[in-house]
């Protein structure tokens, strides 16, 4: 079994392209969470040039929706949505700078060939276990689309977060 490898998210944009598929991690640093209503406010914005919730270039983007925090906890329920729900989105976003994304299950071709051409990854948390992954979050602040609820954007401060990485830089694939 291969080991796991710390890292934090500032230093993805130029550590991505060392992770290969497989490879088992536990990620600390700044995420942000963002789902299909954000992100097609994302889009919306770009279109528009407004001002973006936060920086795409190296950012991280876990796409979650967490339940409200419990007494003692700095956010509630937080697993992985279905990545493929944002696909159409994910190469642009990309594109302009994103790193990395966080979810759960298979990518699309394009956002494959989006990862790769642009050195980022695609990191894979265990669904089902959202109560276990709040424990690696220690702190939740909405900071955009706050009507969006539990959708909203969120910046988090992750600590030992648990991942796989589904998606290399260099287009490795763990679904292939």
Known sequence: MAEIVRFRTEDLPEKAIELKAGDRILLSGTAYTARDAAH??????????????FELKGAAVYYAGPTPAPAGMAI????????????????????LGLCCTIG???????????????????????????????????????????????????KLELEDFPLIVAVDANGGNLFE
């Open 76 to 95: 509630g329920s937080c697993g992985p949505t279905t990545s493929g729900r944002m696909d159409v989105f994910t190469p642009l976003f990309m594109d």
């Open 40 to 53: 097609a406010r994302i889009s919306n914005a770009l279109d528009k040039g407004d001002a973006l919730p």
């Open 104 to 154: 759960k299950g298979v990518r699309s071709a394009e956002v494959v060939d989006a990862v790769k051409r642009n050195k980022g990854v695609y990191l894979c948390a265990l669904g089902g276990a959202g109560a276990l992954a709040a424990a690696c979050i220690k702190s939740c602040e909405v900071i955009a689309y706050d009507d969006l609820g539990c959708e909203s954007v969120k």
